[in-house]
């Protein structure tokens, strides 16, 4: 069982391949897909990529990659709402999900396991996000650590694909 990446490539991800991983697969699919499922207000998707390139600009000198790349594994195996991906039914894909960020930490030379800085910084982020992107909330969200002072609004997905580029080519290893 495979599937057509962008670039062309057969991924497999039930065995997922070193040799199968592009960094253009992974700016294009991440650039063109919303966080929280589309559910962020504003005519723009704000995009896994924008979210990424905020994290990775928060990191501290040396992680800046880790955290561009904290969410490759979405370029492949889509995420699953928080709610439902820690359900034990979903234990067999976040098992495929850790499979290849072990293979992306290979292939870029990834600190793994990912640093816990940069799941804070992620936290920060989300809280950052649901501030300014989301809607009234019905209830209340699990606690949260406090949003950064920026504010945040959705970008054109080009200009966050060749953002997204420009860094990975900065701090590539």
């Known amino acids: ?76 195996y889509h995420d699953i709402p928080a709610p439902l991906k820690h359900c034990p039914e979903f234990a067999f894909y976040r098992g495929l999900e850790k499979q290849c960020e072990q293979l992306l930490a290979q292939k870029f030379q990834l600190v793994y396991p990912r640093p816990h800085i940069i799941k804070e910084i992620d936290m920060r982020m989300l809280a950052t996000e649901k501030r300014d992107l989301m809607g009234p909330a019905p209830q209340s969200w699990d606690s949260m650590p406090a949003p950064y002072r920026m504010k945040m609004e959705a970008l054109p997905t080009k200009q966050v694909r060749d953002q997204f580029r420009r860094l990975y080519e900065e701090w590539k290893r």
């Not at 979210?51 to 040396?62: D, E, M, N, Q, T």
């Open 1 to 76: 069982m495979w599937l057509q990446t962008y670039s062309g490539k057969a991924f497999y991800p039930l065995a997922p391949r070193i040799e199968d991983i592009d960094i253009e697969d992974i700016i294009h699919a991440l650039a063109v897909m919303p966080r929280f499922t589309g559910h962020t207000r504003g005519d723009l998707a704000y995009s896994v990529a924008q979210h990424s390139i905020y994290v990775a600009l928060r990191c501290p000198k040396g992680l800046e990659l880790e955290g561009l790349l904290h969410d490759a594994t979405e370029a492949w």
